[in-house]
């Protein structure tokens, strides 16, 4: 799903934001505690395990397109036992589960795949009729400085995200079968302690797709020319959050 490959390892140690976030999210999932989930695009499995404990009798999948970040999730998730279905796949292709689930949740995910109808579509199929989605992610003026930051160093590429309106996203799901849908926007800024932290998470979390781009002897130099053109050590992250049920 994402342009580049991740460093699962150095993601579950900082994505701390991502975290707190989604674990906020979680409680807008209406569960009575026996339900199969889907947590598409688990990462490494840090809100996947509160999850869990919301649903002692159920059973989640927790899927991923990066094998690095299901292999950590595993790790994690261990104690769950035969609760937790493990799954790589990609969330622009048909998914393979083998029933369909009550809800489906996911967080700071669906941003890294550009073409939301076909995402949109391919989780109405795995989601039972009247099933719950529930997500979060970078919508409308996500990360604005930061963009203006990395066009400031010289790189023009738009990046490999998708960052829609509301008025998009309920488009889009309505046409995949969520009638209705609560969609909105809100601010989440980032800042961060020290500059060492503010550049390490750059450089994990949000230019990776860009350094993949450049010779390995460049990234170094433009992180650091990332870092110099923001003003402050903050990122100006706005979030999509949708409530949704399939029709039916």
């Not at 999730?73 to 799954?87: I, K, N, P, Q, Y």
């Not at 529930?134 to 160093?153: D, H, S």
Request: glycine letters at 8%; one cysteine or more; charged letters at 25%.
């Amino acid at each position: 799903m994402a342009a580049h490959q991740w460093d699962a390892h150095a993601y579950d140690r900082i994505a701390d934001p991502q975290t707190r976030w989604g674990v906020a999210v979680l409680e807008r999932l209406q569960l009575r505690g026996d339900e199969r989930v889907l947590d598409a695009a688990c990462g490494t499995g840090r809100v996947s395990e509160q999850l869990l404990e919301l649903i002692p009798g159920g059973k989640l999948v927790a899927l991923d397109g990066d094998a690095a970040m299901i292999a950590e999730a595993r790790g994690r998730l261990a104690r769950f036992g035969d609760r937790v279905e493990f799954v790589v796949a990609n969330l622009l292709e048909p998914l393979p589960l083998d029933a369909p689930v009550d809800a489906v949740f996911s967080t700071a995910a669906f941003h890294w795949i550009k073409d939301h109808e076909r995402l949109f579509a391919n989780l109405a199929a795995v989601l039972r009729p009247g099933g719950q989605l529930v997500a979060q992610f970078g919508g409308e003026g996500n990360i604005e400085t930061v963009l203006r930051a990395i066009r400031a160093a010289g790189d023009d590429w738009e990046g490999p995200w998708c960052y829609p309106t509301v008025e998009q996203t309920r488009a889009r799901l309505a046409a995949a079968g969520f009638p209705e849908p609560q969609v909105w926007l809100n601010l989440e800024p980032t800042p961060f302690e020290t500059s060492e932290a503010f550049s390490t998470f750059l450089e994990k979390v949000i230019l990776g797709a860009h350094l993949m781009r450049k010779p390995e002897a460049d990234r170094a130099a433009f992180v650091r020319a990332v870092v110099h053109n923001m003003a402050k050590p903050e990122i100006d992250y706005v979030r999509m959050n949708i409530v949704a049920r399939k029709a039916g």
